[in-house]
């Protein structure tokens, strides 16, 4: 009986583990702080890792519990933080002197690299805007070549995503490519391409209808048959093929994740929030699925953490936790 009651505890713990439980909700984690100032602005996140801007123009890196403020440590008159990589970040920035640089920002130093023209894209090892460069291996990859051409995202395993279009604006349908090992291939003709997670799926646009392309060239729908029910004016993508929108223009519940065969505002799948708030702005971690909100409350603007429940990490321990003592009792 108590191995047969084990056994069903393992089980609830793994199912939980797989998120058969709830899978799609937040609960409210940490709080940012900047020595208690205000924020302006927020970046993109990765792996613990994200961008700040405190009011005062600052911009931070916030990695871990670690807060590096970019701005007076390297002494700049302005700093435009891009895509935060596995491990660097790409950076715009204007030094004292009125020089205009891009380049990265890794393990504590910000260097310069001459002829990037951007760094605003990234994801991996590799950042860049209309072409991409990896600062591990010395390397360029150049866009293929369109009037109108893109970097759009870089992963883990080394690939980048770029977009091209004949036509000299972003409304027309994207050539959208893939370079990895060396090797740049055509993957579709139309729609935009939005992000990149580390298994070599592409988020898709394509008008109205929000799509996943995998690496086998198939292309499935999110949510339903892939339409999205209002404009939409960014979309970020998970590892686990979690799905982030931003509404059009709309101040306050303007985030959207898929949950199930519908879209849920971000504010819905919290527990715990407040009710008077809303988030201006968000940013998911593609790695932990967490997601980072700009919010407002009375003139102050902050910046917490929502977390994923159930968290499968804890809850798969749980499970071997229980089986690891019921094989002792047995044994005993």
Known sequence: MLF?????????????????????????GLEINVMGQ?????GTARAGKVSLGTANGDQWVYDNGLLTNLTA???????????MGRNLAGVR?????????????ANGQLVAVPGLFGAEKGG?????????????LNQFVDCPDHPQREMVAS?????????GSDELNWISPQNIYSWSN?????RTAGGYARALNDNDVILIQDWERILLLTPQNVLLPVVGNGLAPWVINGAQLSNSNRVMLRQGQVAGSSYYLNDGDKWSTLESLTDGLPSDRLFYHAEMDPVTDSVYAFYREGNKWGCTRLDPVP???????????????LRRRRKG
Do not use: C, H
Request: aromatic share 12%; proline share 3%.
């Open 4 to 28: 047969r009651f084990g056994f069903l505890l393992l089980a609830v713990a793994g199912a939980l583990a797989t998120g058969q439980a709830n899978p799609n909700r937040f609960r409210v």
């Open 124 to 136: 991996g090892d590799w950042i860049g805007s209309i072409r991409a460069y990896n600062p591990f």
């Open 38 to 42: 205000s924020f302006g602005s927020q």
């Open 311 to 325: 968290e499968p990490g804890t809850l798969a321990a749980l499970g071997l936790g229980v089986a690891a003592m």
């Open 182 to 186: 060396g090797v740049m291939r055509q």
């Open 73 to 83: 440590k390297f002494d700049l008159v302005s700093v435009s933080i891009g895509a």
């Open 155 to 163: 992963n883990s395993r080394g690939t980048i995503v770029f977009q």
């Open 93 to 105: 920035w204007k030094d004292r002197q009125g020089n205009d640089s891009s380049g990265y920002y």
